[in-house]
């Protein structure tokens, strides 16, 4: 069972990056999967969070209208699509899966290894 994060880099303010998590060895249609980052010194936030279904999708306040979300269960894949991106949204990025979307990252039961953003002013 793995999650596979993908996609981090450098970008410039303003820029775009396109973060993927890729499962093997399970299905990701039955888990709600979340997007946390962890900036140098800080704690774990989460910053979107999909449902199994696809229905709902939560974004944290600092990242709505910026980020957006996405999955596609025939490639067990999700998507987390990230544009104007800022300084401050500089961190390590995970994905995690669990059985709801959940505040608490402490709840999730699998994570990707971490990809990470950097944003240059």
Known sequence: VQLQASGG?????????????AASG???DYYAIGWFRQAPGKEREGVSCVSSSGGST????????RFT??????KNTVYLQMNGLKP??????????????????HMYDYWGQGTLVTVSS
């Open 9 to 21: 880099g450098l970008v410039q303010a303003g820029g775009s990056l396109r973060l993927s998590c």
């Open 26 to 28: 399970f299905t990701l």
């Open 58 to 65: 939560y974004y944290a306040d600092s990242v709505k209208g």
């Open 69 to 74: 979300f996405s999955r596609d269960n025939a």
């Open 88 to 105: 401050e949204d500089t961190a390590v990025y995970y994905c995690a899966a669990h059985r709801i979307c959940e505040t608490d990252y």
